[in-house]
C-alpha cells in the first residue's frame, strides 16, 4: 500500500481534532497498518492523548517534531508507543517554529514538515497531522504535507463559517504545492463531531452542512460521549471504557479507508 499522509484541520478551537487524529492513529494501528503520528501543535494534547505522559514538554524537550524540522532528520525523534503506532511528538517550544522557518530556514517556509515526512513516508501506511486551531505556518507546513485533509467541524455558527475560508486556504497551498513538487492535496471531507442531540442548533447545522457541502461530508457523526471526553485521563492502554469511547469513530474509520 502506498503511504498516505492526512491532516486533520480547521482554524477552529475544541472542534475534536487532536482526539479524532489521535484515535485514528490508534484504531488504524489496531487493524495492522503502519501508523505515524505527528503533532503539529505546541498544546500537545494527541501527543499527551497517545504517548499517556503527564508533561509533554518536560518529556520531550528537544526530542520533538521541532528538532526533527529544525535538524531535517525525523528519524532520531521518532518514538515507538505500540505496535505498528510511531509518533513524532510536540512540546510547547513547536510555538517557536515560525522564528526558525523565517529566520534560518534555507527553503519556502512551507516546506520543512514535507520534507522530512519525505525521507520516511515509506515506512508508514498512514500518517496521521494533528494541527493547531490557527491558519499559521505550522498549518500550512501540516497542509503542504498532506496526501489529504480531514476537516473536524462541531455544529456551530463559527465553524460553520469557518469552514469556506479554511478550503480557501487549502486551495491557495495546493496550488503552491503542484507548483512546487506536482502532487496535490485532496479533501477527504468534513466531519461533524461534538453533535449534543439536546441542542436544536446543532441539529440545524448539521442539516446546514449537509445541504451545502453534501457528498464531501463523512456519514459518521461523532456525538458527545462522557466515555471518549474522558480518554485523556484513562488513556487507550488498560481503559476499560475504551469500547465505547471509540466505539463511533470506528465508521468515520471504515469511511476513511474507502476514501483514500
Ligand atoms: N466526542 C467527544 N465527546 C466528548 N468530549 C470530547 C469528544 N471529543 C473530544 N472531546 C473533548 O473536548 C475537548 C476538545 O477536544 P479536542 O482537544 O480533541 O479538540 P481540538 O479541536 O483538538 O482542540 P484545539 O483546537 O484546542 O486543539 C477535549 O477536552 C476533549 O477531551
Ligand atoms: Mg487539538
Redesign the pocket.
Known sequence: MKSKTIAFS?Q?????????S?VASFLLSQKGYKVLHVDM?S?A??TQLLTEVEDATETFDERDVLEAIKQQNPHPFILNISENLDILPSTDYLATLDQFLFNEFNQSPGVALFNIIEKIREAYDFIIV?T??ALSILTINSLFAADYVVI?TNLEKFSYNAIERFLGTVQEVNEFKTEQVNSSIEVLGILR??HDKRRSDNKIFSDMLEETYQDALFETI?????T?????IFGFQGNTELPSAVR?HRSFIEELIQRV
Open positions: 480547521l477552529k478551537g475544541g472542534v475534536g481534532k487532536s482526539t479524532i489521535g501543535d498544546q494534547n494527541s494533528d493547531p486551531p473536524p463531531s461534538m461523532i456525538h458527545r460521549r462522557a471518549t471526553g474522558r480518554l485523556p463511533q
